[in-house]
C-alpha cells in the first residue's frame, strides 16, 4: 500500500481524531541492503507531525532521536567505536523506517493494555506497512510483545526466541529492546552491539 494511500485509511478510521495522528515511516534513502525497522510504542506530544519530515530525514534533535541515530548507526556501519559515531547519526536516520503502534500523538508513556488494543485495532494497516518496508531487522523499542502477535504468519511453529531476538520464517531478525528514552549512550550501544554480532547483523564498514 502507498504511504499516501495508508494515512488515507488512517484519516477515514479515525474521522475527527484524525487530526491527532502523528505520521511515520521511512526515511528518505530507505531502501537496498540492511533495512532497519524501529517499532515505538506511540508519538509523544505530536498531534499532526510527520515523523519522516522532522526526525529521520531533518537529523537527530532530542534525547529519543539520538539513541535510534545511535541504534541506527551501529546496524549500518558494523559497530564502530561509540566516540567515532556522531558525524555518521544524521546520516543513518534517513536510511531507517520508524513506526509507531499507536498512531494518536500521547504522554511519556503508555500502559501495556492500551498499547495492545491500539495495535489489534490498527492490525490490518501495520501488518501491510511492515510488509511495505520489507525490513531485514526489526528493532522492538518495549513492542516486542504486540509484534509477536502482529507477525503470527512469520513466526516459525519451533520459534527460536531467546531473551533478546526471534528469527522469523522470511530471515528477518525481530530484536528485544528498550524504549530509547530510558537508555545511557554508551552503554546501551555496547549491549545492541552484543546481541547484533551474535546474530550476525550490521553492516561492515
Not at 541515530?69 to 536510511?95: C, M, V
Amino acid at each position: 500500500m502507498h504511504p499516501d494511500d495508508l494515512w488515507s485509511s488512517y484519516d477515514e478510521r479515525y474521522g475527527d481524531r484524525r487530526s491527532a495522528l502523528a505520521k511515520d515511516g521511512a526515511g528518505q534513502e530507505y531502501g537496498p541492503g540492511q533495512r532497519l525497522l524501529v517499532v515505538l510504542k506511540e508519538p509523544n506530544d505530536s498531534p499532526g507531525r510527520d515523523l519522516r519530515v522532522d526526525f529521520l530525514n531533518a537529523g537527530a534533535k532530542w534525547v529519543i532521536w539520538h539513541r535510534i541515530a545511535e541504534w541506527a548507526t551501529g546496524i549500518l556501519h558494523g559497530f564502530p567505536p561509540y566516540d567515532q559515531i556522531q558525524s555518521l547519526k544524521n546520516a543513518s536516520l534517513r536510511r531507517i523506517a520508524v513506526i509507531n503502534l499507536k498512531k494518536l500523538s500521547g504522554g511519556a508513556s503508555i500502559d501495556s493494555a492500551t498499547l495492545h488494543r491500539h495495535a489489534f485495532a490498527d492490525r490490518d494497516l501495520i501488518r501491510s506497512r511492515i510488509s511495505d518496508l520489507n525490513p531485514t531487522t526489526i528493532l522492538a523499542c518495549g513492542t516486542f510483545e504486540p509484534l509477536l502477535w502482529l507477525l503470527d504468519r512469520e513466526v516459525p511453529t519451533t520459534a527460536n526466541l531467546d531473551e533478546n531476538t526471534l528469527g522469523l520464517t522470511n530471515g528477518v531478525t525481530v530484536i528485544r529492546w528498550r524504549h530509547p528514552s530510558r537508555t545511557s549512550g554508551p552503554v546501551t550501544y555496547g549491549a545492541l552491539r552484543s546481541i547484533c554480532i551474535s546474530c550476525e547483523i550490521g553492516e561492515k564498514q
